[in-house]
């Protein structure tokens, strides 16, 4: 439902180790992935741009492009000249509300369809044997006597199995309530919207936190325009008009000349958010059960690398070193991962 | 957006009005030195999420600036009832009804 619909942005400049090296796995197979999938997943490695408006976003992007070198992944700082030739519809006018004042850049960043990744996926699967049950809701988990999975309930009947791999998103936390677990998730409404279709005019995908919005344009010649969740829990798979009209206010300020552009659509997903923001990826308190889930507003740029790791975490029955971190204890040790406080909003 | 009805203005206002304050009737530990890492794991991050009836907070923050209680589905995002803080936590109106 997530990758199906969302607003398909391709980075992996987070700031902590851990994160670092998950979202870089993934860049790294999203490189190679219209090969293998045999499927034009149309990556496109146009760059991600996150602009910088006052002290203290430029501070804190130098920290995370010194902490994305140290750990190898691309992020580089641009001048506010760099970042206009870099994107020349970006206004770094000195007269604006909130100034241009660098940029944080990485080029390996981009986008890729999402529905082509979904289709890509499904017929490389189906080639190698995976049965793909379409429109029929899991209802129940079982699970035998001494706690371990033993199958799942369907609206078409029971599939007995010894694992099962839940990659729920915003659905989630009753997934993992029929197992009898309760997780440390909450559902939000994610909204985006796509503008009539034009020639290309924007090179790259900008994102800024700090006016909040992000865009980028499709290569169906849609401006493709997103933000922050609305702020109540919900599975309705919509949300207010208020957030759409604060997105675009933002869009205008940064870029005054789309302001005049027709909005042609507007839709809303449900996103599994954690309290630090970084997905839980790996084995749950019940043998036999494991999740891929919690991530929240960013997890399209993750799918090759969460799909790599689920499978290795299902097939080991224990987590790859690079999801090792990522487990629903951190919440009991304290070890979170928390992006939250290092990115403050939307991925 | 949503229409939501303070309990102390005792008037219906817009949602840009005021600010979601997460799930409600979730008690700080009355002596938080006795509880283990599990029990504040539980206190601090364990949401019941609820995919139909869920009791959540809210603020006036743009009226009276007071914080109180809602009854929503959220699967249709209508709210049954708001109340006030400190009231008890009174039953849903029948079932969710959109729970699907
Ligand atoms: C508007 C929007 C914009 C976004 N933009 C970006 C972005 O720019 N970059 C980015 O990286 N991420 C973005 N995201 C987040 C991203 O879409 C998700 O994190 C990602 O798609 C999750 O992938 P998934 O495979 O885990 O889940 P999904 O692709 O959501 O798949 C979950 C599946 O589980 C199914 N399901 C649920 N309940 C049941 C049940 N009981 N039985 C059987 N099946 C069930 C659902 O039908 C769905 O098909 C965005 C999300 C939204 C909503
Ligand atoms: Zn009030």
Redesign the interface.
Known sequence: MGTGRNTTIIRSNYLYDESARIYDHALDLWDGLSQELNYNVMYSKRGVMMLAHNVHDMQSFHRHIHANRLNGVDNQWLTPEEAKAYCPPLSISKNARYPVMGAALQKKGGVARHDSVAWGYARAAAALGVDIIQNCAVTGIKRAADGAVEGIETERGFIATPKVGVSAAG?S??LMEMAGL??????YPLQALVSEPVKPVFPCVVMSNTVHAYISQSDKGELVIGAGTD??????QHG???IIEHTLASICEIFPLFKRMRMLRSWGGVVDVT?DRSPILGKTPVPGLYVNCGWGTGGFKATPGAGHLLAHTIAKDEPHKINAPFTLDR????RLIDEAAAAAVAH | MLLIRCPYCEEERPEVEFSYAGEAHIARPADPSQLNDEQWAEYLFIRTNARGIHYERWCHRHGCARYFNAVRDTVTDKLQMTYKAGEPKPDAIGPSGGDK
């Open positions: 659905n936390s009753v309760r997780f440390p998730l909450e559902s702020q109540y829990v919900s599975y309705s207010a008009l208020h309290p919440f009991r040790t304290g």
